[in-house]
């Protein structure tokens, strides 16, 4: 069961993407908005996109966290989403080959433990033809002051951001994954260390 401790750091996480998600809203609504059939959302955490799914969508929810998988849960029976919350990571989907119409990572690769599992994952659970939608911030460029402070405090930003790494090229990890193509473009947010965000559409 899950300790007051545990509940505090999910309410903390809560919030902070909560205040991040008011910042990228436009985005998401634009991306997440056009998607139809059985989404698969890898690290759902407290169910904050379920906002942004429109009509005929089944929504898959991965999020390992139970405080997090709870208030995932509440959130789609707010919204009479048809679905369920799964107990599991992004590197082990519990889901049957090309069963997704498409997944979704939002915040989320730049804390996995091994993203290019995760990204081998979601192929084999896509059909062909079918999307991986990303909203995720980034890496700084190589050999700027903005790399150099990502990676200088990424010991302790992890730590608080549980697993969180800024200066993850998330970005580089996606387009190796084997995509048959790769939409994404850059942009920015007026927030210290995790300034750079990208944004796009994988095609299977």
């Keep these: 069961m899950p300790t007051w401790r545990h509940r505090w750091h999910a309410r903390l996480l809560e919030r ?3 205040s991040h998600d008011r910042r990228v809203a436009a985005v998401k609504r634009e ?9 698969v959302e890898i690290g759902a955490g407290a169910g904050v996109n ?16 139970p405080v997090l ?15 369920e919350v799964l107990d599991a ?3 082990r989907l519990p889901l049957e080959d090309g069963s997704a119409d498409a997944v979704v990572a939002s915040f989320v690769l730049c804390s996995v433990r091994d993203p290019s599992r995760v990204l081998a ?9 079918g999307t991986f939608t990303f909203v995720e911030h980034v890496a700084a460029p190589a050999g700027t002051w903005e790399r150099r402070v990502q990676s200088a405090v990424r010991p302790c930003w992890s730590a608080l951001g549980d697993g969180c790494e800024p200066d993850r090229d998330t970005e580089r990890e996606i387009r190796a994954a084997g995509f048959a193509s790769v939409e ?8 210290p260390v995790v300034s750079p965000h990208l944004a796009g559409v994988a095609r299977r």
Excluded: K, N
Aim: proline content about 8%; some cysteine.
């Design 31 to 39: 991306l997440f908005g056009r998607l139809t059939g059985v989404v």
């Design 50 to 65: 379920a906002r942004y799914w429109g009509p005929g969508v089944r929504w898959v929810a991965i999020e390992p966290d």
């Design 89 to 91: 990571v992004g590197e």
């Design 121 to 129: 994952e979601i192929l084999r659970i896509l059909r062909p033809g």
């Design 184 to 191: 994404a473009r850059p942009f920015r947010l007026r927030v």
């Design 16 to 18: 902070v993407c909560a």
């Design 69 to 83: 998988r709870e208030r995932a849960a509440r959130a789609a029976r707010q919204r009479s989403l048809p679905g």
